[in-house]
């Protein structure tokens, strides 16, 4: 059954969701669930799926390249994978409306 956290418990890291979501994967392949026990491990890795999006997010939007600039200072600049990534978003939606 799925472990619930306690107020207190570390957050699982990406490491040890990715293994969960792997065990999970493997069981329900195995076709030896039950109907009931299927469902459950479904849902558990929804949830695991769910923290690792999240966690990835989060570290993307920690991203940055040191750049030198103007003056040859080292200055932060956001990392522009996420902003083309997001423009592509947003183009695929623009076009979805015609």
Do not use: W
Request: hydrophobic letters at 35%.
């Amino acid at each position: 059954m799925a472990r619930k956290k306690k107020t207190g418990e570390k957050q699982s890291s990406f490491e040890e969701l990715m293994e969960r979501l792997e065990d999970i994967a493997g069981e329900l392949e195995s076709g030896e669930l039950g109907l009931e026990k299927a469902i459950a491990r479904y849902e558990e890795g929804v949830k695991c799926y769910q923290q690792c999006h999240k966690i990835l997010s989060d570290a993307e939007k920690k991203v940055e390249i040191l750049t030198r600039g103007e003056t040859g200072e080292l200055e932060a600049v956001p990392f522009e994978g996420a902003a083309a990534a997001d423009e592509a978003s947003e183009d695929e939606n623009d076009a979805s409306l015609f």
